[in-house]
């Protein structure tokens, strides 16, 4: 039998949930007109409040990630590297932890991977997910000057590439997103075994 039978098989007998990651088409959505963003208790590690509103006038890119969301901790080190190449352009990245134990899972994972550009934020009050309408980890949000949701990118992508510096541009620059603009997935790592 094979592994993929054996789990389908679990899964209809109830006895493992499917991954909501299974269930949720993942890419680039772009909306039709843009959309508010919910405010929420945005926090950095200081414990002082870094809303939505510190990105108002600069479009921005808003990472949801958590230190158990393993696609989400892989792309880390991509957007730590974007920030310094795409803000000097008028975009701001902010990385928003969701994790239950607040800051300290943000920062020692910042610290385990070498992160050094991204500040560290944290979901206060860890409504992020729902109250953004985010079903899966990773999903990045792509606010436009206003502070509106424009698109949003659900699942990893490869933050540092060409194709995400484009997007970024466009977003910058006020012009059309469309799905092809997508970032591609990271690339897969391999260990020596």
């Not at 510190?54 to 990472?63: F, H, T």
């Not at 899972?105 to 992160?115: E, F, K, P, Q, S």
């Not at 992508?157 to 466009?170: F, I, K, S, T, V």
Request: proline share 10%; net charge positive.
């Amino acid at each position: 039998m094979r592994r993929r039978d054996l789990l389908l098989g679990l899964a209809a007998a109830g006895l493992i949930r499917p991954s909501a990651a299974a269930k949720v088409e993942q890419g680039l959505f772009v909306h039709d007109r843009p959309r508010p963003v919910a405010a929420l208790d945005i926090r950095d590690n200081q414990g002082q409040t870094a809303g939505f509103d510190s990105l108002a006038g600069q479009p921005a890119l808003v990472n949801l990630w958590a230190s158990w969301c393993l696609p989400c901790v892989a792309e880390l080190p991509a957007l730590d590297r974007l920030k310094p190449l795409i803000e000097p352009e008028g975009a701001r990245i902010m990385a928003l932890c969701l994790d239950r134990s607040g800051a300290i899972g943000a920062v020692n994972t910042y610290a385990r991977l070498g992160i050094r550009n991204l500040a560290v934020h944290v979901d206060h009050h860890r409504r992020a997910g729902e109250v953004l309408g985010a079903p899966v980890l990773p999903t990045t949000l792509l606010l436009d000057r206003s502070g509106h949701e424009v698109a949003r990118f659900v699942g990893p992508a490869q933050w540092d590439g060409p194709e995400a510096m484009a997007l970024m541009r466009a977003l910058i620059k006020g012009q059309p997103l469309s799905p092809a603009m997508a970032p591609p997935p990271p690339a897969k790592t391999t260990t020596a075994p």
